[in-house]
């Protein structure tokens, strides 16, 4: 793939940053509209609760096969495609006359996402020529704010103009897809050597230090998807609306952008180890106090634990990729979706902490998870550079 001869941000690297945004923006989608579903489709609980599971397994726990075949084949075409089919399928959930066509437009739609997100990664950090944890923290930063602002976009867009025309908001995902094609260079075959058997080398000895970072990234993404998902539950118990919930949430994801951002240029500076381990360490108190404090304080404080907590975001993702650039796609896919579609899974034990005492004590107990994360940073390698491991 062709470098950005110097310059931070090329035109590729800001138009896969768009196609980022927008990618993120369709997977949104849902969780707004559930309570739709569940009246127009006339679905129990059992069978809505099933929607959110098909979003994490298609759009985040199948990113590392993805991945691996962006290793394979021509990542260009797995970009396009994933955005293409998020904008399609995703925009026309509205449209599904019953529960099994709703399910299988949306395992396309969050296959889209699936296949976006490794592979477009992969091309940011090439474009980069690897060296800027800065940009990669701009791709992943407008991942966060197509997520974060898609439920208060789709639902005002249902208010304005009403739900069987939602399907209009694929236009700007289509447009995107198509200046993909354009702006894209295709990657040779010849430079993506990654075979099925190649993958055993991720399950070797040496591949200790990248299995920790990977257990790292868990940890903290339990902290992060509990207190995102939990938000509305811990409010209420609070006596406080679901307006506010959503406020908190917004903050919460805004206030990381910005630590992604901080994280990724200060990565480029300093120990990359500095960062990771002080987010974690930090961000243990800031969730606890904010869980601690009255209304105006606590929005303060997790403003606060958004923005340290996301911090190390881009520069997990960097260190993966070049611990196994030839397989980069696909070890991204573990670290960008698969970790955190396995995080995802542990919300009911969350929750059923919370049935037994309450959302604050089980989110209490989520947020120590962050120090053990934070300790085990020490025991990696150099991860400034470390030592690329390649396919023979």
Partial sequence: MAKNNGKLFSTQIIILTFAHLFNDFYAGFLVPLLSYFQTYLHLTITQVSLLPTVLAVFGSILQPVFGFFGDRLDRKQFVVIGVLCSAIFMSSICSAPNFIILILMLAIGSSGVASFHPNGAVSVADLSDNKSAFVMSVFLMAGSIGLAGAPFIITSFVSFFGINKIWFLSLPGIILAIILIKALPAISSIENKAKISDLKIIFARESRPLWILFLIMFLRSIVITGFMSFMSILFAERGLSIQKSGIAISIFLISGTVGGLIGGYLADNINRKIIIATSSILACPLLIWFLHESEVCSMVLLGLSGMVVFAAAPVNVLIVQRFY????????????????????????????????????????????????????????????????????
């Fill in 325 to 392: 650039p030839g397989m980069a796609s696909a070890v991204s896919g573990i670290a960008m979706g698969f970790v955190w579609g396995a995080a995802g899974l542990m919300l009911p034990l969350i929750g059923n902490i919370a049935d037994h005492y309450s959302m604050k004590t089980s989110l209490e107990i989520v947020a120590y998870l962050t120090p053990i994360a934070g300790l085990l940073v020490f025991l990696l390698p150099n991860i400034n550079y470390p030592q690329r491991r390649t396919i023979q």
